[in-house]
């Protein structure tokens, strides 16, 4: 019984990361990266969100 909890558990997480990757795929390398707005690997800025935008 043991075993098939651990193996959904293992696959419930594989789903998670394979959704996840997909997700941040989508949106493209720079959008979906954390480190965004202190950057200079040359990514185009004008398509992030601006926080100030919001103001």
């Known amino acids: 019984m043991i075993d098939f909890i651990i193996v959904a558990l293992v696959f419930s997480y594989a789903g998670w990361a394979v ?3 997909f997700k941040k795929g989508k949106k493209g390398a720079c959008a979906s ?3 965004q707005r202190s ?3 040359g990514c ?3 398509s ?3 926080p100030d ?3």
């Open 53 to 55: 935008k919001h103001l």
């Open 39 to 41: 950057c200079s690997a």
């Open 19 to 21: 959704y996840k990757g």
């Open 33 to 35: 990266c954390s480190q």
């Open 44 to 46: 185009d800025n004008s």
């Open 48 to 50: 992030a969100p601006s």
